[in-house]
């Protein structure tokens, strides 16, 4: 009887195990619109959206902040932090180098609003400011079904904490310059000579001459007796392993042609990937209902 029992639960577990994904569909996340309005519900005036349009762009060509509002028939069943970030993440809203977007989302069904703050803005649009907005500026006018007055007045109150923060791409390229490129640069530069140098160290039977290496680079770099202690002794177990192991190890051959173009290491290109070239979200921000 027991064993029957048992049996049959694990039977059931893995029918629920089974039917699991079924619960919930894939959240579908709307196609990106081509403003910063997506009214899918349909609960703004014309008016109104082409007030948003024109504050919203000009808050994007000051700032480069962006700032979308969104409104949705339903959730999808899934909760409404989760599509807001889903739309975030899936759109990229915000620019790339500053995490600077934000999603105003609202759910006339489920009486539902999402803040979601990009995670570059989180400093200057706080979980607690976001609370006191949707709550005090959103929340009463869309309880009354007031859209239009609540969503204006929701931008209004995040574009006057928007405009605190301040993002500039061109400060932003002169003061950070491409620090991987400078580095490769320099390394391709430099690392012929490097290498030619542990060779000769390799090649000699004196293994004192590492550590005299060493001391020299730690004097110039630190002047201090303790610092040229260690790089005398780093120089010197650096130049005995070359000399005891290296040598035997690559051979002549090889170590020469690396330096006459016969080494293994060709060109190649490099390049990056932006995603959907806009901000990221770490789930700051607001939710409430109305």
Same mark, same amino acid.
């Given at each position: 009887?027991?064993?029957?029992?048992?049996?049959?639960?694990?039977?059931?577990?893995?029918?629920?195990?089974?039917?699991?994904?079924?619960?919930?569909?894939?959240?579908?996340?709307?196609?990106?619109?081509?403003?910063?309005?997506?009214?899918?519900?349909?609960?703004?005036?014309?008016?109104?959206?082409?007030?948003?349009?024109?504050?919203?762009?000009?808050?994007?060509?000051?700032?480069?902040?962006?700032?979308?509002?969104?409104?949705?028939?339903?959730?999808?069943?899934?909760?409404?932090?989760?599509f807001a970030l889903e739309i975030g993440r899936t759109w990229g809203v915000g620019q790339?180098?500053?995490?600077? !977007? @934000?999603?105003?989302? /609202? #759910?006339?069904? &489920?009486? %539902?609003? =999402?803040? +979601?703050?990009?995670?570059?803005? $989180?400093? *200057?649009?706080?979980?607690?400011?976001?609370?006191?907005?949707?709550?005090?500026?959103?929340?009463?006018?869309?309880?009354?079904?007031?859209?239009?007055? !609540? @969503?204006?007045?929701? /931008? #209004?109150?995040? &574009?006057? %904490?928007? =405009?605190? +923060?301040?993002?500039?791409?061109? $400060?932003? *390229?002169?003061?950070?310059?491409?620090?991987?490129?400078?580095?490769?640069?320099?390394?391709?530069?430099?690392?012929?000579?490097?290498?030619?140098?542990?060779?000769?160290?390799?090649?000699?039977k004196a293994w004192w001459l590492g550590g005299l290496f060493?001391?020299?680079?730690?004097?110039?770099?630190?002047?201090?007796?303790?610092?040229?202690?260690?790089?005398?002794?780093?120089?010197?177990?650096?130049?005995?392993?070359?000399?005891?192991?290296?040598?035997?190890?690559?051979?002549?051959?090889?170590?020469?042609?690396?330096?006459?173009?016969?080494?293994?290491?060709?060109?190649?290109?490099?390049?990056?990937?932006?995603?959907?070239?806009?901000?990221?979200?770490?789930?700051?921000?607001?939710?409430?209902?109305?």
């Amino acid at each position: 009887m027991l064993k029957k029992k048992l049996v049959q639960i694990i039977l059931m577990g893995l029918a629920l195990t089974a039917l699991a994904p079924l619960a919930f569909a894939e959240l579908i996340v709307p196609a990106a619109p081509n403003g910063y309005v997506l009214d899918q519900a349909e609960v703004l005036d014309v008016e109104t959206e082409l007030q948003l349009e024109l504050q919203l762009g000009t808050l994007q060509t000051d700032t480069s902040t962006q700032i979308v509002v969104v409104t949705v028939p339903d959730l999808q069943g899934y909760p409404v932090e989760k599509f807001a970030l889903e739309i975030g993440r899936t759109w990229g809203v915000g620019q790339e180098e500053f995490d600077n !977007g @934000v999603v105003f989302l /609202i #759910a006339p069904n &489920e009486r %539902l609003i =999402r803040l +979601e703050i990009g995670r570059g803005l $989180e400093g *200057a649009i706080t979980d607690l400011q976001s609370n006191l907005i949707l709550n005090h500026s959103i929340a009463p006018h869309l309880a009354e079904d007031d859209y239009n007055t !609540g @969503v204006l007045e929701g /931008i #209004a109150q995040l &574009e006057i %904490l928007a =405009r605190g +923060e301040e993002f500039n791409l061109e $400060e932003l *390229a002169q003061s950070n310059p491409d620090e991987l490129s400078l580095l490769a640069t320099l390394f391709f530069i430099f690392m012929p000579f490097v290498w030619l140098f542990f060779s000769w160290l390799a090649d000699t039977k004196a293994w004192w001459l590492g550590g005299l290496f060493g001391l020299a680079i730690a004097l110039v770099a630190s002047f201090t007796l303790f610092s040229a202690a260690i790089g005398a002794f780093a120089g010197l177990f650096i130049d005995f392993i070359l000399s005891k192991y290296f040598y035997k190890k690559l051979g002549k051959k090889y170590r020469s042609g690396f330096l006459t173009g016969g080494g293994r290491y060709g060109g190649g290109s490099s390049g990056g990937f932006g995603g959907f070239g806009g901000g990221g979200f770490g789930g700051g921000g607001a939710s409430g209902g109305f």
